[in-house]
């Protein structure tokens, strides 16, 4: 087996051509002249050829030089372009299916301005959302999913990257017709309702240790829960035409609840932050961190723009049926 060629060899041979001296190309790449001279010693013995032979004051190309010389320029120029920082990328050409793993009221509250946005700058990117069908990050890690967004939990891999969207708050809707719907619950109204919950585990008991049944465990109540579904999207349909009370996120869930009755909870129940996380892998991709600088601007704008209460307080103040 023969011994693997010096590929360093390449950037001294793409110097020697370019300046056609050993000074000049010793300059170049800020090595002595008898470094060099050895360089082309060297290069000489590989190839086989002279590449460089002198006539009067000067060194002149050999046939072989002259074949190599642009083969040899367009591989040290891509050596380059592969060892160096990557740069901004042309969002207008760039042609790429982007995975998003979130929940389905976080793609109907802020897909659709964020498809609006590659429509006008990155036409080529096809969105993909897939659902949160378990806690677990597995398509995160294995690169199946570009960004996941979610509630950082115990299960969440510490080693992803990820960062807050936004702060969020809970909120019960139920339909307009609903017997309670005249004004806003009390405690004692709300845990007297029938409820149906939201757990996407099979573990169904975690469930029962979320921050509103905490909240309601450290006031000496339990909410009477008759269904459980997988999706906040579930729960509000099923809001929608029966007397169940669905306790969501009320930013995640804006557009889910329009046609509902929606005030803010009786009893303090603390915020969620929701983040957005990502494999390290992407951290350094161009797309990749335009998508995210994208999606932090919707999330902040949209919330902005939501009707109600700052989603850091927790209040008696109703939120206006909507």
């Known amino acids: 087996m023969s011994a693997r060629p010096d590929y360093n060899l390449l950037i001294t041979l793409d110097a020697l051509l370019k300046e056609g001296s050993v000074l000049g190309a010793a300059n170049r790449l800020q090595l002595s002249p008898s470094a060099m001279s050895r360089s082309l010693a060297r290069l000489r013995e590989t190839t086989g050829d002279p590449l460089l032979v002198r006539t009067g004051r000067k060194l002149v190309p050999t046939p072989r030089a002259v074949e190599l010389s642009q083969i040899t320029a367009q591989l040290v120029d891509e050596i380059e372009a592969a060892l160096s920082p990557r740069q901004d990328i042309d969002l207008k050409s760039v042609s790429r299916v982007f995975t998003l793993r979130s929940s389905d009221g976080f793609v109907e509250t802020f897909g659709p301005k964020l498809i609006a946005r590659l429509a006008t700058e990155a036409p080529g990117v096809q969105l993909r959302f897939v659902q949160k069908e378990a806690d677990n990050n597995r398509p995160l890690r294995d690169g199946d999913v ?16 990820s960062q807050a969207l936004l702060k969020d708050h809970f909120v019960y809707a139920m339909r307009p017709g609903h017997p309670c719907a005249a004004s806003p619950l009390t405690t004692a109204q709300y845990v007297s309702c029938e409820h149906v ?4 585990h099979a573990d169904v008991d975690n469930q029962r240790r979320g921050p509103i049944n905490a ?7 339990q909410s009477r829960v008759k269904v459980v579904v997988g999706g906040f999207a579930a729960a509000l349909s099923l809001a929608r035409c029966t007397d169940l009370v669905a306790t969501v996120p009320a930013h995640h869930t804006r557009n889910l609840r329009r046609d509902l009755c929606s005030h803010a909870l009786p009893f303090a ?15 350094a991709d161009p797309l990749h961190r335009w998508m995210r600088a994208t999606l932090r601007e919707i999330c902040a704008q949209t919330t902005q723009e939501a009707p109600g209460r700052s989603p850091d307080m927790t209040s008696d103040a109703a939120v206006k049926c909507r």
Do not use: C, K, Y
Not at 215 to 221: E, S, V
């Open 146 to 161: 570009d960004i996941e967004t979610g509630v950082i939990s115990e299960n969440t891999d510490p080693n992803f990257q």
């Open 269 to 283: 129940v603390p915020g969620i932050t929701v983040s957005m996380l990502w494999h390290p892998r992407f951290d």
């Open 197 to 200: 919950d939201v757990a996407r």
């Open 215 to 221: 909240a309601l465990a450290g006031l000496g109540h």
